[in-house]
């Protein structure tokens, strides 16, 4: 079974860094990407960064330049390097995973349980 475990959040000052970490315990085999999604109070969960399986990966444009996503898949983990953080990057950050299974020909969504990343002077 998949189990996503997260790490690295914390509080930081406008134009600090954090990195965040996520393991999955589960198969590598059935893995297509790992990313990371973040919900701000009030607001929808809003996807951050992904990476697949042959590492291309996607960055929702409010954080391009500023955040970098990196993926061990022989350890099946991923992190997500957070520079020049901004008030607007407060959230919680999930981890996520998408695998598909061949015998059933279905995709199946996983999340982590979440990491909270604040910032603020």
């Known amino acids: 079974q998949v189990q996503l475990a997260e790490s690295g959040g914390g509080a930081v000052q406008p134009g600090g860094s954090l990195r965040l970490s996520c393991v999955n315990s589960?198969?590598?085999?059935?893995?297509?990407?790992m990313g990371w999604y973040r919900q701000a109070p009030g607001k929808q969960r809003e996807l951050v960064a992904d990476?697949?399986?042959?590492?291309?990966?996607n960055y929702a444009d409010s954080v391009k330049g500023r955040f970098t996503i990196s993926r061990d898949i022989a350890n099946n983990t991923v992190a997500l390097q957070m520079n020049d953080l901004r008030p607007e990057d407060t959230a919680i950050y999930y981890c996520h995973l998408q695998r598909y299974v061949a015998v059933s020909g279905l995709k199946y969504e996983h999340w982590g349980q979440g990491t909270q990343v604040t910032v603020s002077s």
């Open positions: 589960g198969s590598i085999f059935e893995v297509l990407t």
């Open positions: 990476i697949t399986n042959s590492l291309h990966t």
